[in-house]
């Protein structure tokens, strides 16, 4: 099976002002196949969100190869970028812009007209719940219909991998489960998704593949079922408290 992700000896070291020298990644290897749902788990600090940094291009990786769908990030990042949707944590979008136009000026980032983008929106916009909420300004919505927007401006370009980085912080269990079937059926229909996420349960009833991190080093990557396996069927939580230590989970 083809790869998503290939990231092959990742490593990334922050340097410079006063403040101690980090080494965030430390010769990070990670494949995710192509339509994998497949989850990053690990502590605050751990380097997941560098790694994804990363893969979008926000931040430059100290050394190793990257990959996304076989094009190098260091080689052709326009091309990379445009298969890449991302849902960061933080909401990073206008607060006074109505819903509709924040993922029409998004589309335009990808050169798609803006009648293309109104037809493409109403879709996303409908199965998300957001359709009738679409003239509304983002700052009048519930952090649930935040969280959803986000997803919403992610897919505009019909990206083939999604990043959902803690997509269902803060939002209520039923929004969360509603979100789940959604993202169940982007996978089923071919989009690949990496998904990093405190709430255990939700990479446990999503994630087919899992990957663990701690302190810039992957201790885990193997496919969950296998993983819950040969730990006697634990529920995941405990399983991950054992694998990076309870006194180190946050």
């Not at 002002?17 to 980090?22: I, S």
């Not at 509709?100 to 493409?120: M, S, T």
């Not at 199965?127 to 983002?138: A, F, I, M, Q, V």
């Amino acid at each position: 099976m083809a790869s998503a992700v290939s990231v092959t000896d990742l490593r990334k070291t922050y340097t410079g002002g006063k403040g101690p020298t980090v080494e965030a990644l430390k010769g990070v290897n990670l494949t995710v196949a192509e339509g994998d749902f497949f989850a990053l788990l690990g502590p605050n600090g751990a380097g997941k969100t560098t790694i994804i940094s990363v893969l979008t291009s926000l931040i430059t990786k100290t050394s190793g190869t990257v990959e996304v769908f076989g094009t190098s990030i260091d080689t052709d990042p326009s091309l990379t970028k445009t298969h890449i949707g991302l849902v960061p944590q933080e909401f990073n979008f206008n607060i006074f812009e109505k819903v509709e136009n924040i993922i029409v000026n998004q589309a335009g980032y990808y050169g798609i007209p803006r009648g293309q983008a109104l037809k493409d929106a109403e879709p996303i916009l409908k199965d998300l719940g957001l359709w009738e909420k679409r003239h509304t300004p983002s700052q009048q919505l519930s952090g649930g219909m935040k969280r959803r927007l986000m997803i919403a401006r992610a897919l505009i370009h019909h990206p083939k991998l999604l990043i959902l980085d803690e997509p269902t912080a803060g939002v209520d269990v039923e929004l969360r489960r509603s979100m789940w079937t959604f993202l169940r059926k982007m996978n089923e229909e071919g989009t690949t998704i990496i998904l990093t996420t405190h709430y255990l349960e939700e990479a446990e009833q999503l994630a087919r593949n899992v990957a663990i991190i701690n302190k810039g080093q992957i201790l885990v990557n193997e496919p969950m079922q296998g993983f819950l396996e040969r730990h006697d069927n634990k529920k995941l939580e405990d399983i991950y408290l054992e694998v990076i230590g309870v006194g180190e989970a946050e």
